[in-house]
């Protein structure tokens, strides 16, 4: 992955990049909030275990990653995977500015979150990942989360769609998709996935400590700019 030398160049800007078409990402089960109007920089607000538990993560645990071949093969299913579901939904997508959450706008601009969208539904649209040949990911593929992201929009089950901690977390997604591009982005949740599981999963571990700490009102950051960061720190 090219991470570390693409988010290099980008991090020093952590403002309007445009947008890549339509679509986004995975999440799981997550809750609710307080706020704080203290600001500091992202490195004060979080610590590095995330990073620090991935290196070890990766030290303890055997490799498996895809082949570029695999990858290459899955990828165009995936990505009009992706797109058809997109076009399916988006006449109930809706703007995340739609919801008149107090605190978001506090963390994200106003340009992403009146662009960024969200699908309040009752059962996610997870990738038929077995039928495109990548079986390997059969138990993320039957997951039961609470939220998943593709490109910039996002689906959320309905009996959560309130609770804004949980639009947070995807919002972290939307920009690791927007800063990472679609098909690093794809490649290195795979890989990570291959290498770390769900849970430990470097994109997955960013976005869940980002939100904890938005649900413990831990001083507002920029999360833009926290997320270019972060990813440029990525070992």
Known sequence: ?????????????????????????????????????????????F???????????????????????????????????IQKTLEFYEENAKPVNSMHFVRLPLYFGYSLLETAKFIAIDRLPMPPLSAMGLSRFAVFEQGDFNGITYLDRYFIKQTVVTEEAIHFHELIHVIQWRLLGPEDFLAAYANDLDEFGYENSPLEKMAYDAEAAFKRSAPIFDAEKFVAEQLGRLP
């Open 47 to 81: 610590s590095d275990g995330y990073r620090k538990s991935i290196i070890l993560s990766r030290k303890t645990a055997g490799t498996c990653r895809l082949t570029p071949e695999e990858f290459h093969t899955a990828y165009p299913k995936l990505r009009a995977w």
């Open 1 to 45: 992955m090219r991470r570390r030398e693409f988010i290099s160049l980008v991090g020093a800007m952590a403002a309007p990049w445009p947008f890549v078409n339509r679509a986004q990402q995975a999440g799981m089960k997550r809750s609710g909030i307080l706020m704080s109007t203290a600001e500091t920089e992202p490195e004060e607000t």
